[in-house]
């Protein structure tokens, strides 16, 4: 993890290196693939847990300063077969706009905190096990809040192939996101940000062998996926994004046991997920009240718009300037039944560090010199009364 | 089935008892603390329930009117009071749009049978609680006319007749029919939640902290069929019935078994679709009874 920020001027040249070798932006971890090498370090689930950790930077005085707010993970991951297998094409491109309404801009909902942004793919043992053994099931990027974001991106390596089976092995996952991630924003009380996007079910178990084979966990039994989603919201808000698939409701009904349906969203189309996560983000961390989620929408999907690469412009992003408010109204009505203000109503929102603050060592959690606001006694107009 | 029963413990003034102030007044109609939204200031009277999660005050509107200001106890349940918000806020967008243009009588006024909320903000120097303040349809000015449903049960001790219940079951069915066709589940029907007019036939389903909207209608079925189920159960309890086997008591008004079959349907789940039922409801009304005003009309309870 580092101190810097994405920047989107880095991105573009990235962009436009990938645009002119006219390959997919995961061709670098596909021809580490091909070419008989392991999955690079740095995606793969085995080399260990994911590390979210605040970003300080040392002073002169042996102080530390968080250079840009708490660390905040956010989670993007997929299958990537059938109807998704470019999505992480899709995402790379988007990159740029997520970062400027989503996460860097004043108004954006994450924009107290330093985002730290990971990018996996969720596939089948199936095809691991009897196709190719270096693509495996699940792959993990690091938590990263600048370009290296992109970088790893590209180390990802996608099946891209018809599901045969009908599931994807979503339970690798979920347990990597419950209990193989360390993430500070846990120790102020608030939550990571996780989705998910497919369409179909996963495995009721995680088996002890897929868990040692694909993420290197010594499992003392199964674990189930009821058990795994228990842990996995006490962290994260999380949501599975639901692409139109070939068994709807059983899909539907599978994740409604896991997460409740309040946090599945249906997506008529998986060009919409830059624009979902984004409304969904700001409704829970109370950026966003739900009547102005159409009005912010319109504003994100203007802005990502002007910040894409006129070179890389994917074919969703070439949608925007077709976003028609009908469009607009049917995404928001689509994740208008989440928990609002989940975030924003924990204990210790209001307490964490901002950026700026000093803090005595470099692991320290609680700042020795703050920007945060102090708590001010209720203004009760001289009389000493609650509601 | 009872979800809170605290909620208007001290709703009717004029009621038996007491009514206390948020601080000690001689007159209660002095306004007691002015609180400040973005459309106006709120005058706030007295508290007239609470539960858990929320305390509820009658407070002044900057219209004159009188409404209802519901504050939550702690932030945590902040959310629950914009998702009531939201929810409301769209079912009166479509109730109007639904009776736009058309003439006065021909009006549904879907809107009657639910709050509406003036303002919804965070209290500030409430520890950042979230404040809806709420009002209902122009004619229902004097909230002390409204009354929960369990004070027929518990405080009056009473059981009201058939064709009292048809009514006390058939409004809010009718606000139910409206609420899910546009994608909205009450989850919280209880005779709590239910304020009686019993005078004017006034019936407004009063919370909806736990609604639920979703686009996608198959998503709420259960939760219609349960908010069908537990209007039903509510029907029951105040015409002195058994809620366990869905037994009325016996009535003249009761010529044959089909009123009861059908509430025990309803609370037995059968019925998803409000609004296929309420028609059904209305259909079995009118054969049985004259369509014509019958006033609240009830009964000592038998048990």
Request: glycine fraction near 4%.
């Given at each position: 993890m580092g101190h810097g920020r994405h920047a989107a001027a880095t991105f573009a040249a990235t962009a436009k290196e990938i645009s002119n070798s006219g390959r997919s932006v995961t061709a670098r971890g596909e021809e580490m693939v091909a070419k008989g090498e392991e999955l690079h370090r740095l995606v793969d689930p085995r080399t260990g847990p994911r590390l979210s950790g605040n970003s300080m930077a040392e002073q002169p005085n042996g102080t530390y300063v968080l250079v840009h707010g708490v660390a905040m993970p956010v989670v993007n991951e997929s299958d990537t077969t059938g109807s998704m297998m470019n999505y992480i094409d899709d995402i790379f491109r988007a990159m740029p706009g997520i970062q400027s309404c989503m996460i860097q801009s004043p108004s954006s909902p994450l924009s107290r905190y330093q985002a730290q942004v990971a990018t996996g793919l969720i596939q089948d043992v199936y095809y691991s096990r009897?196709?190719?053994?270096?693509?495996?099931p699940y792959q993990i990027s690091q938590f990263e809040g600048d370009n290296r974001i992109d970088e790893q991106m590209q180390l990802l390596v996608p099946a891209k192939q018809p599901n045969d089976t009908h599931t994807e092995d979503y339970q690798i996952a979920i347990y990597h996101l419950a209990f193989r991630v360390e993430a500070t924003i846990w120790q102020y009380g608030l939550k990571g940000y996780a989705f998910i996007t497919g369409d179909e079910i996963g495995h009721d178990y995680l088996s002890g062998s897929d868990a040692k084979e694909f993420l290197g966990v010594e499992l003392a039994k199964q674990i189930s996926a009821k058990e795994i989603c228990q842990e996995l919201l006490k962290k994260w808000n999380f949501f599975y994004l639901q692409v139109p698939g070939y068994r709807q409701r059983e899909t539907t009904a599978w994740w409604t046991s896991l997460i409740?349906?309040?946090?599945?969203i249906q997506l008529q189309d998986a060009a919409d997920i830059p624009f979902v996560e984004s409304v969904i983000t700001g409704l829970t961390e109370g950026t966003i009240e739900p009547e102005g989620a159409v009005g912010y929408l319109t504003d994100f999907a203007a802005s990502i718009l002007g910040q894409a690469s006129p070179e890389y412009t994917p074919d969703f992003m070439k949608n925007v300037k077709e976003l028609s408010s009908s469009r607009i109204s049917r995404i928001v009505e689509s994740v208008m039944h989440i928990p609002f203000r989940a975030q924003a109503d924990l204990p210790g929102f209001d307490k964490i560090p901002l950026a700026g603050d000093i803090f005595?060592?470099?692991?320290?959690?609680?700042?020795?010199?703050?920007?945060t606001p102090q708590t001010v006694a209720p203004n009760t107009g001289g009389t000493d009364w609650t509601l | 089935m009872e979800r809170d029963a605290m909620w208007f413990t001290r709703l009717a003034l004029g009621a038996a008892g007491a009514v206390p102030a948020i601080a000690s007044a001689d007159n209660a109609h002095l306004p007691i603390k002015t609180i400040s939204g973005a459309s106006g200031d709120y005058q706030l009277r007295r508290q007239i329930g609470n539960t858990d999660q929320y305390r509820l005050y009658e407070c002044g509107l900057p219209d004159g009117r009188w409404g209802i200001l519901k504050i939550a106890t702690d932030r945590s349940y902040n959310g629950n009071l914009q998702r009531e918000d939201f929810n409301l806020s769209k079912m009166m967008r479509e109730s109007l749009e639904v009776d736009r243009g058309r003439a006065e009588r021909e009006k549904y006024d879907h809107h009657v049978g639910f709050p509406k909320v003036e303002e919804s903000f965070i209290l500030e120097s409430q520890d950042k609680r979230r404040v809806n303040v709420l009002s209902f349809i122009e004619w229902i000015n004097d909230i002390s006319l409204l009354e929960p449903a369990f004070y027929i049960v518990d405080r009056d001790q009473e059981q009201v007749d058939p064709r009292t219940g048809a009514w006390m079951i058939g409004k809010p069915l009718k606000t139910l029919s409206f609420a899910h066709r546009y994608g909205i589940a009450n989850k919280a029907m209880s005779r709590s939640n239910l304020l009686l007019n019993k005078k004017e036939h006034w019936a407004i389903v009063f919370d909806w902290t736990q609604s639920e909207f979703n686009s996608d209608p198959h998503i709420l079925r259960k939760a219609f069929r349960d908010d069908i189920a537990q209007l039903a159960l509510v029907g029951i309890e105040i015409m002195g019935g058994d809620l366990k086997t869905g037994k009325l008591p016996d009535h003249e008004q009761l010529t044959d078994g089909r009123y009861e079959r059908l509430i025990r349907e309803m609370a037995e789940g059968k019925y998803d679709d409000a609004l296929e039922l309420h028609g059904i409801f209305y259909k079995l009304i009118r054969e049985l009874w004259p369509k014509e005003f019958h006033p609240y009309t009830a009964t000592k309870r038998t048990h």
């Open positions: 009897r196709v190719k053994r270096q693509m495996l409740g349906h309040e946090r599945i005595a060592a470099e692991t320290d959690i609680w700042p020795v010199s703050s920007q | -």
